[in-house]
């Protein structure tokens, strides 16, 4: 494992799982929040980020509300690059693109603001499970006719059914959960 995961890493192993109808969802502050995110694990996703994707000609970043947006802004402040959220409510701006969103636990309405045809995008996210969000956004990118350059998450669930994203999608970890814990996969 690229030693500066193991902060991420650490903190996964130790992170409860609970039951959300039949869906084993792992609480950690990278996915939910809570606990609060550590500086050193934001650290650790902002230099893996860096280290995986060419950022080299990317006009914007792309996060999804919520819990996309802390590692977005973290990958903002390391490589200078402006940051669009992607949110759950709708401004009404004339070029505001709305999709539809279903994951394995809910499903709402999505509304990208911010960029425009031909900008250079790289999509971050904290966690690819059902792809729900990721195909989401993607359509909302496509709709405004930007360039996506990149999709990375922080952590990819292997676990879990996301056979609906047809894009590839750079995680820093691989991780599932198995008898009631979160493992990491080497």
């Known amino acids: 494992m690229d030693p500066t995961l193991e902060p991420l890493a650490r903190s996964l192993r130790e992170a409860p799982v609970v039951d959300r109808d039949g869906y084993e969802y792992f ?7 809570v606990p609060p995110v550590e500086p050193a694990v934001l650290q650790a996703v902002a230099d893996g980020i860096t ?6 000609s990317v006009d914007k ?12 802004t973290a990958l903002s402040l390391a490589s200078d690059i402006p940051m669009a959220v992607v949110r759950k409510r709708s401004y009404g701006f ?18 990208l603001n911010g960029v ?5 995008v790289v999509l971050v996210d ?4 059902s792809g729900g969000t990721i195909e989401a956004v993607c359509d909302a990118l496509e709709a405004a006719e930007a360039e996506l350059v990149d999709i990375v998450v922080v952590l990819r669930r292997v676990d879990a059914d996301h056979e609906s ?3 590839d999608v750079t995680s820093l ?13 080497e």
């Not at 609480?27 to 929040?33: E, L, M, P, S, Y």
């Not at 425009?116 to 250079?120: I, N």
């Open 116 to 120: 425009d045809a031909g900008d250079r």
């Open 173 to 185: 970890l691989d991780v599932r959960v198995r008898d009631g814990a979160v493992e990491v996969l």
């Open 61 to 72: 970043l792309v996060a999804p509300e919520a819990m996309g947006i802390h590692h977005g």
């Open 51 to 56: 280290a995986r994707i060419d950022l080299e």
């Open 126 to 129: 904290d966690v690819l499970s």
């Open 94 to 111: 004339p070029d505001e693109v709305a999709v539809h969103q279903e994951t394995s636990y809910g499903e709402s309405e999505l509304y």
């Open 165 to 167: 994203v047809s894009r």
């Open 27 to 33: 609480v950690h502050g990278v996915t939910d929040g």
